[in-house]
């Protein structure tokens, strides 16, 4: 079965560092792209950004460059969100998708067909 | 790129058809995605490539449009369809979501 698998749930005070997983099963770990997701409490989805385990390029939303890494380690297929310094604001869940890729007539499509079961984090004093 | 949903919420009973529409501030060329998600669970690819079904998908969801427009329609609502749906877009860097639409039960 391909399966993402995070890390459990992280509870820290301002100012920590933190680095949450997501362990990739069941596929060539290194051919499709890794996304991260941020969804607030009870607030939408967001895109944080992406990496391809291939050649650990990295792609970040303006909105998250700067703010968080991201990152992957093929000898363990596993892809990796950290942040050196976190804020009360960064509580939230975070999700790791695998970008899908389909050829529909001459063009190839994508869309974020496996999904982690997100991983709850919680920053407060 | 921006994409607005609307409506933000929908009340609809077991049966109905519904639609969800999906505005992009420019054209996406079809570079489109929708999801449905429930609560405390992640959320689950239905659509791509604008109107291209998701193996395993039922075929009472169904996605059209082009250009910056799109929509989502069920054709016929079950109890199990009760969730939150957010369009992507994949056409430009960042690959934003829309705000999501919440439909409830009514």
């Known amino acids: 079965d391909v399966q993402l698998v995070q890390s459990g749930a992280e509870l820290k005070k301002p100012g920590e560092s933190l680095r949450i997983s997501c362990k990739a099963s069941g596929y060539s770990f290194i051919t499709y792209w890794l996304v991260w997701v941020r969804q607030m409490p009870g607030k939408g989805l967001e895109w944080m950004g992406i990496?391809?385990?291939?050649?650990?390029?990295?792609r970040y939303s303006p909105s998250f460059q700067g703010q968080v890494t991201i990152s992957a380690d093929t000898s363990t297929t596993t892809a990796f969100l950290q942040w050196s310094s976190l804020k009360s604001s960064d509580s939230a869940t975070y999700y790791c998708?695998?970008?899908?890729?389909?050829?529909?007539?001459?063009?190839?499509?994508?869309?974020?067909?496996?999904w982690g079961q997100g991983t709850t984090v919680t920053v407060s004093s | 790129i921006q994409l607005t949903q609307s409506p933000s919420s929908l009340s609809a009973s077991v049966g109905d058809r519904v639609t969800i529409t999906c505005r992009a501030s420019?054209?996406?060329?079809?570079?489109l995605a929708w999801y449905q998600q429930k609560p405390g669970k992640a959320p689950k690819l239905v659509i791509y490539a604008a109107s291209t079904l998701r193996d395993g998908v039922p075929s009472r969801f169904s996605g059209s449009g082009s250009g910056a427009d799109y929509t989502l329609t069920i054709s016929s609502l079950q109890p199990e369809d009760f969730a939150t749906y957010y369009c992507?877009?994949?056409?430009?860097?960042?690959?934003?979501f829309g705000q999501g639409t919440r439909l409830e039960i009514k």
């Open positions: 420019q054209d996406i060329s079809s570079y």
């Open positions: 992507q877009q994949f056409n430009r860097f960042p690959r934003t």
């Open positions: 998708a695998r970008r899908g890729q389909w050829k529909v007539g001459d063009f190839y499509y994508y869309g974020m067909d496996v």
């Open positions: 990496v391809y385990p291939g050649d650990s390029e990295t």
